[in-house]
């Protein structure tokens, strides 16, 4: 099998789990493409233990059967940026803070290898947002969000949306947010808007610092066709797409649409969205 393994660089607590899991990679005969920061850092510390890495590529352009992410959410969704749009599983390994998107705590890592071996884990497919105007100088994929924002000079902008070529509202706010489902427990979370089963097909379209009461959280299908154009005092806004953030001129607009392929997620069997939430958000816990 061949595995691709991306992870956090800031992983010190956790070296003697990693290391335990590359030599077993190399054990039972895995090969192993690698980021090259991921490389750089481990090669520092245990460099016999990563005999099993045949290929270090910061592109996509790589085959693998899985994909390792080794951190957070946001290594999560930089995993899915490196793996590109080939629809390799990825499998996470939680070393981060929630890691909603995360199959397995870093205590179950050196298991993982046997896990994948035996190909017991299910898959999930989930829907990105693709930012099609304007050009970006990044990979113009959100997983989680994209959001448009003020500047920091700004008071407040306005961002007029439209939803399937008709006028939906002029959101006066700090900024917008547009969710998929698996990212509704991220900023759109932390704004107030609806947790999302991760695999229903819709959008949340969530107002941040409203400067209106009715402004309120949407749900909308994620085969809409939605275009924001914000307005404001300021030359410039902020355009974030999973935390790639750039700066553009006010008046530009921003077309939404769902991307065409998937990103796939595995989990261990009998792993639940309500398992997760309960031990995320800590519902019910004594």
């Known amino acids: ?31 192993v ?81 046997e896990i994948l071996q035996k190909g017991s884990m299910l898959t999930e497919r989930r829907g990105l947002i693709e930012v099609v105007g304007p050009e ?5 994929f959100a997983l989680n969000e994209v959001t448009v924002s003020k ?28 969710a998929t489902a698996t990212g509704s427990t991220a900023y759109n ?3 107030g808007g609806p947790i999302i089963e991760p695999q229903t097909p819709v959008w949340v379209i969530s107002p941040i610092a409203a400067h209106a009461l009715t402004m309120r959280p949407l749900v909308v299908s994620d085969s809409s066709q939605l275009k924001l154009c914000p307005e404001a005092r300021a030359e410039h806004f902020r355009l974030s797409v999973d935390g790639r953030s750039v700066s553009l001129p006010i008046g530009t607009e921003v077309s939404l649409r769902r991307a065409p392929f998937e990103v796939a997620v595995l989990h261990m069997p009998g792993q ?5 939430l309960r031990n995320k958000l800590h519902w019910g816990v004594d």
């Not at 970006?136 to 113009?140: F, I, N, R, S, V």
């Not at 639940?272 to 997760?276: A, D, I, L, P, R």
Request: aromatic share 8%.
């Open 33 to 113: 493409v690698m980021h090259p920061k991921l490389y750089k850092y481990l090669r520092a510390v245990m460099l016999p233990a990563l005999g099993a890495v045949r290929r270090v590529t910061d592109s996509s352009d790589f085959t693998a059967d899985v994909a390792v992410s080794i951190g957070g959410d946001g290594t999560f969704l930089r995993t899915a940026m490196w793996v590109g749009s080939k629809c390799l599983p990825i499998v996470g390994v939680n070393t981060g803070n929630l890691g909603y998107m995360t199959a397995l705590g870093v205590d179950r890592l050196v298991e993982l290898s």
């Open 151 to 178: 500047d920091e000079s700004a008071s407040m902008i306005t961002t007029r949306a439209t939803l399937n070529g008709n006028l939906l509202a002029d959101y006066r706010a700090d900024g917008l947010i547009v």
């Open 189 to 191: 979370l932390s704004v």
């Open 272 to 276: 639940t969205f309500s398992e997760t």
């Open 136 to 140: 970006l100088p990044t990979w113009p």
């Open 1 to 31: 099998m061949k595995i691709a393994v991306y992870g956090s660089r800031r992983q010190d607590a956790y070296l003697a789990e990693i290391e335990a899991f590359m030599r077993r990679l190399g054990e039972l005969g895995h090969e």
